[in-house]
């Protein structure tokens, strides 16, 4: 059986190729309003070709499959079915998404295949916060120097009870963004930003949402359940971005 790249994927119900790629990350989805406990498990697959694309498993066959995924680990999977990616706020811009069935084979690969990247990003400029009218219909990816961090926030509301929310500034020297991590996240933001060792502290924030203020029109990013982030990761962005914060600066 031939592999197949993620690229060359189309719309099928069942597909009978082989894909070789790594689970970038993966995580849950439950709906507390519905009362259902577990509507499934949500992947990020990624290739050699430096694509990447959603995956999801049902909550019938998390059994299955879920324990069998790890991220950062490499699979081959074969028969599964391809089918159209409609989510609200899409993880990124993809009109199709592999769907595991209970014919799906996942075979953990054991060699190490250093072609297939750790994870991939697609940056939106920070420009785009200033000039948008309007919010993105999918998730993005951001790199930018962490400023400006306000304290950790306690709040309380009557659909969701205690949360708390920490609001720092994402900039790329010329322009500013306000970003709000809330409840996890923001503590994991906190620690991580305290023990990071180079300065400036840079952040990639991926799959966050573009979102905007209904006060003042002014667009902010919020996380999402499919948001993660890394800080002074090694990436040609990330390296660019500290060069002109030197160059900005004098050091050298």
């Known amino acids: 059986m031939e592999y197949v790249s993620l690229a060359d994927l189309e719309l099928t119900s069942k597909h009978d190729g082989k894909i070789k790629v790594r689970l970038a990350r993966k995580w849950r989805e439950s709906n507390r309003h519905s009362g259902t406990p577990m509507n499934g498990v949500h992947l990020i697959l990624i290739d050699e070709y430096h694509t990447r694309m959603h995956g999801w498993i049902k909550s019938s066959l998390l059994e299955i499959f879920d324990n069998q995924f790890v991220d950062g680990e490499n699979y081959e999977i074969c028969n599964f079915t391809v089918a159209p990616y409609t ?33 991939i990003f697609h940056f939106t400029n920070l420009k785009h916060f200033v000039d948008a009218t309007e919010e993105d219909n999918h998730l993005i990816d951001i790199v930018g120097i962490v400023d400006d961090i306000k304290p950790m926030k306690y709040v309380t509301n009557i659909r969701n009870g205690d949360q708390y929310f920490m609001e720092f500034v994402v900039t790329d020297l010329m322009h500013r963004v306000t970003v709000f991590f809330w409840n996890e996240l923001a503590s994991s933001f906190q620690n991580a930003f305290n023990q990071a060792a180079d300065e400036p502290v840079i952040i990639v924030i991926s799959c966050c ?44």
């Open 87 to 119: 989510e609200k706020y899409k993880c990124f811009e993809s009109d199709i998404q592999i769907v595991l069935t209970n014919l799906t084979v996942v075979t953990p690969d054991e060699e190490n295949y250093s072609v297939i990247p750790d994870n």
């Open 209 to 252: 949402r573009m979102i905007c203020n209904n006060y003042n029109g002014v667009m902010t990013i919020k996380n999402m359940p499919a948001t993660t982030f890394d800080m002074n990761v090694n990436c040609e962005q990330v390296d660019t971005l500290r060069n002109r914060f030197w160059e900005v600066h004098g050091i050298w």
